[in-house]
């Protein structure tokens, strides 16, 4: 199959230049468009045989359910089969943008989108080309990251390219993605809303419209240890991970830069790769080896930004084994080391 690529200006567009990708949609085909959080890769949610597709590009194990993305608040009336005043507010609160909420699902929704679910995620997002290819299609868009299973999230085109070209239909090109990692996910069918995937939104954002959040156990800890049972099926797999050994080394920084020069030279001279993920305050700290920044501690947005994108130009590179910092766990930092620990296979020297 040829992949059209379809090149948009996100902030200077029409809506009907997104009339091909809304008819490939309508008639059953797959299109990789841009959001806010990540690349989605989208078919109608509704039809089965459509998002029996997405896993089937993907090579997604078919007991991991997608996100439907929808335009309006209408379509959760159709979509679910209750709606809580939790789910609600928290709608109301964060919609359209990069959280994404777990409700119980209405007949409408076919057990092929849900992973054989009785429940169905659900996002409203914020990204223009995101927002109108949905309205414009008239359809409910499901869609899961565009990525090869197992593989950091696609935060550019060029990375679903790299993916998915021969195997889907379409990739709208909107340039890069804002936010870098994927949607908070929170479960609001029980009385006490559940996180079960950190992401920009925080709990203390969701704190501050509804009183009480909780973390599923599975979040932050190693779940292929603990016999957990992650809420969000795709958390219990092998994820984002790049094809080089990652090693997270946590403490204090020139302790960490020290062991991270030493272990990178190790490596060199038994002729590895060695790829090592800085920060703009740490680069020019070390001195050997492929050296990249991820962004600056500063400002943790720009290391969610960066984080996918270094993953995977470390895989370009070739390197063997990657070492990289860790990232202070509070607010959008949780999110960053809940990826980068799963990344990691939850490989973690203190130091
Ligand atoms: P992705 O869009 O690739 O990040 O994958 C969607 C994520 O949403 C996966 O981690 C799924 O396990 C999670 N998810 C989707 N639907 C549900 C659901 N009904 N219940 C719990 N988690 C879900
Ligand atoms: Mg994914």
């Known amino acids: 199959m040829k992949t059209k690529i379809l090149t948009i200006n996100s ?11 809304a008819e490939i949609l309508r008639k059953g085909g797959l299109v990789a468009f841009p959001t806010e959080t990540v690349y989605g890769l989208g078919a109608d949610g509704l039809n089965p045989d459509a998002s029996r597709k997405i896993y089937a590009a993907k090579g997604r194990p078919s007991d991991n359910p997608l996100i439907i993305h929808i335009a309006d608040y209408k379509a959760l ?12 507010k928290l709608a109301e609160a964060f919609w359209p ?39 414009i299609s008239g359809i409910y868009i499901a869609a899961p990251s565009a990525n090869i299973s197992g593989r950091p999230s696609p935060t550019k085109a060029e990375h679903v390219i790299e993916d998915l ?12 993605a804002d936010i870098g990692l994927e949607s908070t996910i929170v479960d609001v069918t029980a009385e006490m ?21 909780e973390y599923d156990k599975a979040v932050l800890t190693r779940i292929q240890d603990s016999g957990i049972r992650p809420k969000a099926p795709g958390m219990k797999y092998k994820h984002y991970a790049p094809r080089g050994a990652l090693t997270i080394y946590e403490g204090n920084r020139e302790a ?5 020069n030493k272990i990178a030279e190790e490596k060199l001279q038994a002729g590895y790769k060695v790829g090592i993920i800085a920060t703009d305050e740490t680069l020019s700290c070390y001195h050997r080896g492929i050296i990249k920044t ?4 500063k400002d943790v ?13 470390f895989d370009s590179e070739g390197a063997d084994y990657i070492y990289t910092e860790s990232f202070e766990n509070k607010q959008l930092g949780q999110a960053v080391m809940n990826r980068l620990l799963k990344a990691a296979g939850y490989h973690i020297e203190k130091v």
């Open 11 to 21: 902030n200077n567009f029409e809506p009907s230049d997104l009339n091909g990708a």
């Open 193 to 213: 809303p559940v996180i079960l995937r950190p992401g920009y939104i925080t709990d203390e954002m969701i704190r501050r419209i509804i009183g009480q959040v």
């Open 294 to 297: 991820v962004g600056t501690r």
């Open 301 to 313: 947005n720009t290391i969610a930004r960066g984080l996918f994108e270094i993953l995977r130009d």
């Open 256 to 260: 960490v830069v020290s062991e991270i």
């Open 165 to 176: 070209s021969g195997i889907i239909d379409m990739i709208v090109d909107g340039g890069k």
């Open 77 to 88: 009336e159709e979509l679910t089969a209750d709606c809580p005043e939790n789910g609600r």
């Open 97 to 135: 943008g990069p959280l994404t909420l777990i409700f119980n699902k209405s007949s409408k929704v076919p057990y092929s989108t849900t992973g054989g679910l009785d429940t169905v995620a659900i996002r409203m997002p914020a990204h223009p080309v995101a927002y109108e290819l949905i309205r």
